[in-house]
């Protein structure tokens, strides 16, 4: 079966974050491989590595 799991039990409620602007490269790429991106620093661990993924998806 394929059944989705539950989203994680948080500890502490989540709150309003910041906005923050980070660049991610590609290493061993030539030419250098980037993304530019703005995520809420609210965002867990396992939800910011989610963005990663989305964001560097065509080259993994």
């Not at 490269?25 to 030539?30: D, E, M, P």
């Not at 995520?39 to 990663?52: K, M, T």
């Amino acid at each position: 079966m394929n059944e989705s799991l539950p989203a994680p039990a948080r500890a502490t409620p989540r709150s309003k974050g910041k906005l923050i602007r980070g660049k991610i490269t590609l290493l061993g790429s030539n030419p250098k491989i980037w993304r530019a991106f703005e995520v809420d620093s609210s965002l867990y661990l396992d939800e910011f590595h989610d963005v990663l993924q989305v964001i560097m998806a065509r080259y993994s």
